[in-house]
T-cell receptor, first 108, second 114 residues
Framework: RKEVEQDPGPFNVPEGATVAFNCTYS??????FFWYRQDCRKEPKLLMS???SGNEDGRFTAQLNRASQYISLLIRDSKLSDSATYLC?????????FGPGTRLSVLP | DTAVSQTPKYLVTQMGNDKSIKCEQN?????MYWYKQDSKKFLKIMFS???????INETVPNRFSPKSPDKAHLNLHINSLELGDSAVYFC?????????????FGPGTRLLVL
């Protein structure tokens, strides 16, 4: 089993749609969790950290389920500018593991 | 102002050559990293480094070596380049070594080995 797995995608959704991404991780000792966003031919950028209680930032909501070793990202009212690859990141110790990413295309 | 910068942006070279990629951060961070993103877009950590500790991903060939002249710079030297080294290499930095730290990435260096 890979350390971090994500929905393969691509997700093609119309503007205004709600879309959810899932991520699972294999190391139960993982301590910190993040969602990064990577635009085509650009560097990854932090979208949001994921906290145990779940957290929201505008149209974005992240949730963590430690028991199931599962992280999710929900995007509401999607915009054209949300089109990107979304990377799930899990860290344990000083090791950061990136998932393979899920590509999102928001269509007009 | 660019927070994390890398040079060159593109690098095309022949097999067997030795090359270096430079990275600089002006964020005052203590920790820097090198990542490799291959053609399948998997982003894998190669090195984590601060003034006290270097952590090497054991899967990285010893042809790759990080060199840090000071806290703001972490250069990547690659000896005897191979076709499989073709990838995008990202430098990143964070305030400190730690699981909670946000990493800030440079724009990437696209390496093509012919």
């Amino acid at each position: 089993r890979k350390e971090v797995e994500q929905d393969p995608g691509p997700f093609n959704v119309p503007e205004g749609a709600t879309v959810a991404f899932n991520c699972t991780y294999s190391n139960s000792a993982s301590q910190s969790f993040f969602w990064y966003r990577q635009d085509c031919r650009k560097e990854p950028k932090l979208l949001m950290s994921v906290y145990s209680s779940g957290n929201e930032d505008g149209r974005f909501t992240a949730q963590l389920n430690r028991a199931s070793q599962y992280i999710s990202l929900l995007i509401r009212d999607s915009k054209l500018s949300d089109s990107a690859t979304y990377l799930c990141v899990v860290s344990f110790g000083q090791n950061f593991v990136f998932g393979p990413g899920t590509r999102l295309s928001v269509l007009p | 102002d660019t927070a994390v910068s890398q040079t060159p942006k593109y690098l095309v070279t022949q097999m067997g050559n030795d090359k270096s990629i430079k990275c600089e951060q002006n964020l005052g961070h203590d920790t820097m990293y090198w990542y490799k993103q291959d053609s399948k877009k998997f982003l894998k950590i190669m090195f984590s480094y601060n003034n006290k500790e270097l952590i090497i991903n054991e899967t990285v060939p010893n042809r790759f070596s990080p060199k840090s002249p000071d806290k703001a710079h972490l250069n990547l030297h690659i000896n005897s380049l191979e076709l499989g080294d073709s990838a995008v290499y990202f430098c990143a930095s964070s305030q400190d070594f730690g699981q909670q730290e946000t990493q800030y990435f440079g724009p990437g260096t696209r390496l093509l080995v012919l």
